[in-house]
């Protein structure tokens, strides 16, 4: 079963920077599409970026000029690269393929 590993996350301050990493270890990410999602407290998930086995990208509005997405077919791994990070970006971060497979998560704290 297609696993997903997600890593990056951690503390940083307003305006700093990060970048997460979504792998799948024993199996090629090449024709999915990926999605990042975030959940803070309280609120629901959210799709935060996606990219297509074609390399095509969608981006939610609050994200837009901030963060990318790209993926590493070479590496298996498809990242978010988050800059300008605001306390409002702070939430567990997941990766899913296509529509059923997640991983754990990775946390996100932007706080000064």
């Known amino acids: 079963q297609l696993q997903l590993v997600e890593s990056g996350g951690g503390l940083v301050q307003p305006g700093g920077s990060l970048r997460l990493s979504c792998a799948a270890p024993?199996?090629?990410?090449?024709?999915?599409?990926i999605g990042w999602f975030r959940q803070a407290p309280g609120k629901e998930r959210e799709l935060v970026a996606q990219i297509t086995s074609a390399g095509n990208t969608n981006y939610a509005v609050s994200v837009k000029e901030r963060f990318t997405i790209s993926r590493d077919n070479a590496k298996n791994t498809v990242y978010l690269q988050m800059n300008s990070l605001k306390p409002e970006d702070t939430a567990v971060y997941y990766c899913?393929?296509?529509?059923?497979?997640w991983g754990q998560g990775t946390q996100v704290t932007v706080s000064s």
């Open positions: 024993g199996f090629t990410l090449d024709y999915w599409t």
């Open positions: 899913r393929a296509g529509f059923s497979f």
